[in-house]
């Protein structure tokens, strides 16, 4: 013979199971929002960095710029020291 569980002892085996199983949920639930949260922190970071280097960048002198103004400025001094002699 098999002996059947009581209906009163599985009803609360599957009461505390649910409990758990909402206990994890809520839990999972609750991680999910913080790197929800966190995401969009960074993502508003990175946006503010971005705009800060399109900023820096465009206000900066492109080097080949600077390179061909050192070389005329150059030429212009050796050519003076040319002249006065």
Known sequence: MTAHPEPDLVAADLAEMRRRLDVRT???????????????????????????????ESGRWPLPSLAALTGLAALLVTLWQAVAR
């Open 26 to 56: 809520a839990e999972v639930e609750g991680r999910l929002a913080l790197i929800s949260q966190r995401s969009a922190q960074y993502e508003r970071d990175a946006d503010e960095l971005h705009a800060r280097v399109t900023q820096l």
